[in-house]
């Protein structure tokens, strides 16, 4: 086997080590934020040393038989890898009810290993494993790599990239299902009785002045922060109005890196749930915003999903998006936010 020692991507010395593949396997849902099913995951490894973890995907691992869409999978994940700048990559095919002897999806491998060596990136380790919970099997591929190696995924509380990340606050979910859970729209009804109000709270927006608008989003804030946060009707009106207003969404940027955090987090979270499509763009890109300051790219990823279904081509979204796909971290994230809230370029009238 030619995979080598991986430190965690972090600003604070000294570097965390993935030392096997059952540790690397054990790491996938701290890096996801879920524990994956029926998957190729992809962590792509860099910097200085080579071994830096960087940009970490997933993706859906097609039925066995299906030749062409596994060759497009396998493709689309090799060109999005890059978009890390990756010096090589490890794979792990994630398929449950296999022989560690004789690990399944064989073809899966080859074909993410051959894509790989097309875009120019070496596959430096070569996984498969039945689960990434501890206890469940792993394996090296032999059609790969004949090193034989195997085991059991350790105890993530026994390794140290996990451990710091819980120490850091990481939540790992049960399944991206559950993940999806946070932003996932309220029931038809609501959002379409809401839709019907827009023209009611557009022209009452024209009269709201802006102290009131900051009011109203402080209010809200300030409510979640107390566990007492109602979501109806009028908050949802009167927070969409003021999200439109460039020097109130700065405010709402600014919230989600300030003492306010956490109930930033969850008002965004509820309004990306309960706000009709356009306007539940603006408080689900802000809750990517939130999810990226935390070093959860999971949940970035699934509120940036939110916000391209409910408007695509909003381009706040699409920005996010980018600097995700880029492997933008909360440092960068946060001096963003510090050095100028938004690039004057990037105001609101320029988002949409």
């Known amino acids: 086997m030619t995979a080598a020692p991986v430190p965690l991507h972090s600003s604070d010395p000294p570097p965390l080590r993935v030392r096997d593949p059952g540790e690397l396997v054990a790491a996938i849902p701290v890096l996801l934020g879920f524990h994956p099913r029926d998957s190729v995951v992809l962590v792509g490894t860099g910097g200085p040393s080579g071994r830096r973890i960087g940009l970490t995907l997933r993706v859906d691992l097609p039925p066995p038989g299906v030749g062409d869409d596994l060759a497009v999978v396998c493709e689309t994940a090799a060109d999005a890898i890059l978009n890390g700048d990756p010096a090589s990559v490890a794979v792990v095919v994630v398929q449950g009810g296999g022989d560690p002897a004789h690990p ?26 039945g ?13 790969v790599d004949p090193c034989g190696c195997r085991g059991a995924v350790p105890d993530p509380s026994s390794t140290p990239l996990a451990a710091a990340a819980v120490a850091r606050g990481s939540v790992v979910r049960g399944s991206r299902e559950e993940l999806e859970q946070q932003v996932v729209p309220a029931s038809r009804d609501v959002l379409a009785r809401r839709a019907k109000e827009r023209d009611r709270w557009t022209d009452e927006a024209r009269t709201t002045t802006l102290a009131e608008h900051r009011t109203a989003l402080q209010a809200a804030l300030d409510d979640a922060a107390a566990c007492r946060l109602m979501v109806d009707d009028a908050l949802v009106l009167a927070l969409s109005a003021a999200l439109e207003e460039p020097s109130v969404r700065d405010i709402a940027l600014a919230a989600c890196a300030g003492p306010q955090a956490p109930a930033a987090e969850q008002l965004w979270a509820a309004l990306a749930r309960e706000t009709p499509a356009p306007e539940a763009a603006e408080p689900a890109a802000l809750l990517a915003v939130s999810a990226l300051l935390r070093g959860d790219g999971a949940l970035a990823n699934i509120a940036l999903e939110r916000a391209c279904r409910a408007w695509p081509g909003h381009r706040l979204a699409l920005l996010l998006r980018q600097a995700l796909d880029s492997g933008t971290g909360p440092v960068e994230i946060r001096r963003w936010l510090e050095e100028t809230t938004l690039p004057r370029d990037l105001r609101r009238e320029d988002l949409r």
């Open 104 to 129: 399944p999806r064989g073809e899966a491998a080859t074909a993410m290993v051959a894509a790989l060596a097309v875009v120019g990136l070496r596959a430096h380790t070569v996984v498969w494993a």
């Open 131 to 143: 689960g990434t919970a501890a206890g469940d099997p792993w394996a090296c591929y032999p059609s």
